[in-house]
């Protein structure tokens, strides 16, 4: 009787520990804690939400033009005020956004991806590989990527889809280090011998084993990343070398807005707003991820 209740007493004491939080869970907990990182999550998930329904939302058309009303302030018809051409402002900076966000997230991604898959080889690889590929990163960086873009949208025209991958292409080397760092410092791991004795390929290791474990500063890269691609894209299109009329973007309003900036100021400002403030939310939320998911942070 008695071996039965000291059994059951422990499987009861088991039952009542108390369970475990994963890293990310923890992580979670923290990000929550940062009222910054959190105003710049909602934000950005609210703009994103407003780009994704501005075709139902805009109160005006796009290219819907009114040459008579011309340039004129913040009115009770047009809130953000109409440009030269009579078109309304806030219609042109919702569909602006949507250009700007997909230009910084999928170049971003294709960042991301090149610069994880090259990182994470090289630094598994290991030995004279590794010495040869990172070279290459170093010759990369050597290189004026300003020029690079430009030369491509030069000879290969200017289009999105080709302003994606051309940004894309100069923004992974910074990636291809942080990947490769992280897994060089997990490839020693008991887990990953014991896969090499299992037979599993190298590729299956890489990015079944120790990507997952090495996404912490693969998120926050990335969400740092987001606003120097929108930047970069607000640049080329100063330049002219960005998005192409009719299609604008908060550069392109910023860049005509400059112009324009002594008689009519509200087209600088209101771009100018919208881009400052998400990338603002941007900063903000790479800088609460990177405390977050900060491995010493977590053992405070």
């Not at 309003?253 to 939310?281: D, H, K, N, Q, R």
Request: include cysteine.
């Amino acid at each position: 009787m008695t071996s039965e209740s000291g059994s059951i007493g422990s499987i009861n004491t088991a039952l009542e520990m108390p369970r475990g939080t994963s890293l990310w869970e923890d992580g979670w907990h923290r990000l929550r804690k940062n009222k910054l990182a959190m105003f710049g999550f909602f934000y950005l998930l609210l703009l994103i939400l407003i780009c994704l329904v501005t075709p139902w939302i805009a109160p005006y058309g796009y290219e819907e033009q009114n040459l008579r009303l011309g340039a004129v302030p913040p009115t009770a018809e047009h809130w953000l005020g109409t440009d030269t051409f009579g078109r309304d402002m806030l219609t042109r900076i919702l569909y602006g956004g949507r250009i700007s966000l997909m230009v910084g997230f999928i170049a971003t991604a294709v960042a991301l991806v090149i610069g994880v898959t090259y990182g994470a080889i090289a630094g598994y690889a290991g030995g004279k590989i590794d010495n040869a590929m990172m070279r290459l990163v170093d010759i990369f960086y050597a290189l004026p990527y300003m020029i690079f873009i430009i030369l491509l949208m030069v000879v290969f025209g200017r289009n999105l889809l080709l302003l994606f991958l051309a940004i894309g292409a100069v923004e992974w080397l910074v990636m291809a280090r942080i990947v490769r760092g992280q897994i060089q410092s997990l490839r020693q791991q008991e887990y990953v011998e014991a896969a090499i004795s299992l037979g599993l390929s190298p590729l299956t290791i890489i990015f079944k084993h120790l990507m997952p474990n090495a996404l912490g500063p693969v998120i926050v890269y990335t969400t740092l990343t987001i606003p120097n691609v929108m930047l970069l894209e607000a640049f080329l299109s100063f330049l002219g070398l960005g998005i192409q009329p009719p299609q604008s973007s908060w550069g392109v309003l910023i860049s005509y807005g400059v112009e324009t900036m002594e008689e009519y100021p509200w087209l600088l400002i209101f771009p100018g707003l919208a881009l400052t403030t998400t990338l603002f939310a941007l900063n903000f939320l790479g800088d609460g991820l990177r405390d977050a998911l900060d491995p010493k942070a977590s053992r405070d």
